[in-house]
């Protein structure tokens, strides 16, 4: 089975960096998506970034285009999340999520995650960001 497990949250000021990392198993890590997901307390989840080995550049939701860098290292099985100049507005649970073998693009994957999670293949299980003031 296809299994997720993210890390790398913490408390931060605004201004600072993390790194998220989701490390993936039970596949192999050669034709996938995966997709970074924030869930806020009180609010919806939502979908701010997506690498696939079948897009020639990753997706960014426009509100963390130009801090947020999205990576993979396959030999590592891990996609990692930069996250630079932290903002309050960021403070939230990230889940990453995975599709193998996709068919969509990584917005539609996006998409998809927001909509109707279940039809990806794996979750992980989140990792806490804070941004203070």
């Known amino acids: 089975d296809v299994q997720l497990q993210a890390s790398g949250g913490g408390l931060v000021q605004a201004g600072g960096s993390l790194r998220l990392s989701c490390v993936a198993s039970?596949?192999?890590?050669?034709?996938?998506?995966i997709a970074w997901f924030r869930q806020a307390d009180g609010k919806e989840r939502e979908g701010i970034s997506c690498?696939?080995?079948?897009?020639?550049?990753?997706y960014y939701t426009d509100s963390v285009k130009g801090r947020f860098t999205i990576s993979s290292d396959n030999a590592k099985n891990t996609v990692y999340l930069q996250m630079n100049s932290l903002k309050p507005e960021d403070t939230a649970v990230y889940y990453c999520?995975?599709?193998?073998?996709?068919?969509?693009?990584?917005?539609?994957?996006?998409?998809?995650?927001?909509?109707?999670?279940?039809?990806?293949?794996?979750w992980g299980q989140g990792t806490q960001v804070t941004v203070s003031s």
């Open positions: 999520a995975a599709v193998v073998r996709p068919k969509e693009p990584p917005i539609i994957i996006i998409t998809t995650g927001e909509f109707d999670p279940n039809r990806l293949d794996a």
């Open positions: 039970g596949f192999t890590f050669d034709d996938y998506a």
């Open positions: 690498i696939s080995t079948r897009a020639s550049r990753p």
